[in-house]
């Protein structure tokens, strides 16, 4: 893709990613970053796909890196990059107000709400989701659970509170797309 690679060195380390807004949360936390475009090529390996930058590019910065490399070496200095939105969840003691921060490549919502603190709202009691026209129930914990053309409520690897239909695209079948609101309501 056209679309530049960042690297951000912080106080807690050196982090790597596409310019889409993936890196919001680390700008927003740690704002005394240092950022660069990263195109030097000889850090790269010698022939770039145009589909796997993890392995091409990605995977051997972060091996220079690991090596001592000097960070500045891997790029230019920038102010040019997608800083994108920063929505924190909101709680109060019967629900959590939050958003889809997230599309995944498969089509799936992901919210901004976390395991933890949505564990640490239903304690075990029964739950409300509502995303768009959606109320959920339950979370279920593989997408074979669900059943096809049930939409669906799950956390995903990272412990976020995730919406899937079971075998298609979510955001295809839903409409729903990034910044809208998620709304965890006990009963």
Do not use: M
């Not at 950022?35 to 790269?44: A, D, E, K, L, T």
């Not at 770039?48 to 930058?53: A, D, L, P, R």
């Not at 070496?73 to 997608?82: D, E, Q, R, V, Y």
């Not at 074979?144 to 298609?168: I, M, N, P, R, T």
């Amino acid at each position: 893709s056209e679309r530049q690679i960042l690297g951000v060195k912080t106080e807690a380390g050196y982090f790597l990613a596409p310019d889409n807004g993936v890196l919001k949360y680390i700008f927003d936390e740690l704002p005394r970053c240092q950022v660069i475009s990263i195109n030097q090529r000889r850090f790269f390996l010698s022939e770039v796909s145009q589909t796997f930058h993890g392995r091409d590019i990605f995977a051997p910065v972060a091996a220079h890196l690991s090596k001592g490399e000097n960070f500045y070496n891997l790029g230019s200095p920038t102010k040019a990059f997608f800083k994108g939105t920063v929505w924190h969840p909101t709680r109060n003691k019967s629900s959590i107000e939050g958003r889809i921060i997230y599309v995944d490549r498969f089509g799936n919502l992901i919210s901004n709400i976390s395991k933890r603190l949505f564990d640490d709202l239903t304690k075990r009691r029964t739950f409300v989701i509502q995303v768009g026209k959606w109320q959920l129930e339950q979370i279920i914990g593989s997408f074979v659970q669900g059943g096809k053309e049930h939409f669906l409520a799950y956390f995903d690897s990272s412990g976020f509170l995730g919406f899937s239909f079971y075998g298609a695209n979510a955001q295809q079948k839903t409409g729903l797309k990034v910044g809208e609101p998620v709304r965890v309501t006990v009963n």
